[in-house]
């Protein structure tokens, strides 16, 4: 085992499906064979795949155990490929940060999709998906007061509690976007951590746990690199950044 790869990994995903089509937001997508191969890479890698809420409490307790998350947000709930029969399949863990006030409705920034009901998301609780939130309404919490981010985060977790019965202690930040108000306004909300996007947080703030985006064309190469938090600095160089802006476009078509 090489002693050298980080310890910890917490991956977000949006949507599992197989065949989403040539749709413009289709980079959102993975399919399952890719999810499978994922899962397999973190294994053979030597990693323990655990809830987002239990990586919080390892990275608490100093635990260097290797562990990686799964996460998923929004709450995407795809028909073509449902998680929790593929979850099961692979016997893995996964936590899903919900927007509160968008359940059993259609996604506000995608016609295509729809978001879990109440129903749905108490199934998954019962079969031990960690539920946790994505906030009452998506907003860039970032540009709310201390106040409105507070009301805004309390909010989401009363409804998502009401729903599920049972504390919800977990959130990711729309967007991934926070700062120093914001975290304070997440702990005083009630929440024991919280996640970002894109690799930007720190592991030594709770408040701040990075994540790394996964997507239609993230190869096992690539989640190489973001195990290793070099994707997002690699990809931002110049030439590198023309590359993924012509791909993009390329899926776009």
């Known amino acids: 085992m090489n002693s050298a790869r980080p310890s910890r990994v917490i991956l977000v995903y949006h949507t599992i499906e197989a065949n989403p089509g040539r749709r413009a937001d289709r980079a959102l997508c993975v399919r399952p064979q890719l999810f499978r191969r994922h899962v397999a890479c973190l294994r053979r890698w030597g990693y323990r795949i655990v ?7 390892a990275v608490a307790a100093g635990d260097p155990s290797r562990l990686a998350s799964l996460t998923f947000d929004d709450g995407f709930a795809s028909d073509a490929s449902p998680l929790l029969p593929l979850l099961q399949e692979l016997g893995v863990p ?22 879990y009901s109440g129903d749905e998301l108490r199934e998954l609780h019962q079969h031990g998906v960690e539920i946790g939130s994505h906030s009452a309404t998506h907003p860039h919490l970032s540009s709310l007061s201390f106040d409105e981010a507070k009301h805004e985060l309390a909010r989401s977790r009363a409804l ?19 700062n120093t108000e914001t975290r304070q306004a997440v702990r005083a909300a009630g929440y024991k951590a919280a996640c970002r996007f894109r690799g930007e947080g720190s592991w030594d703030d709770l408040y701040d746990l990075p994540r790394q985006p996964m997507g239609w064309n993230t190869g096992t190469a690539a989640l190489r690199l973001k195990r ?20 993009w476009m390329i899926h776009r078509t």
Request: net charge negative.
């Open 94 to 115: 996964a936590t899903i940060f919900v927007v509160a006030e968008w359940l059993g409705g259609p996604h506000r920034e995608f016609d295509w999709a729809r978001i």
């Open 51 to 57: 809830t987002f809420g239990d990586m919080a409490d």
């Open 160 to 178: 998502l509690e009401s729903v599920i019965d049972a504390p919800v202690r977990v959130l990711a930040y729309p967007y991934g976007d926070a």
């Open 228 to 247: 290793d938090n070099r994707y997002e600095s690699l990809m931002n160089g110049r030439a590198l950044s023309s590359l993924r802006s012509l791909v």
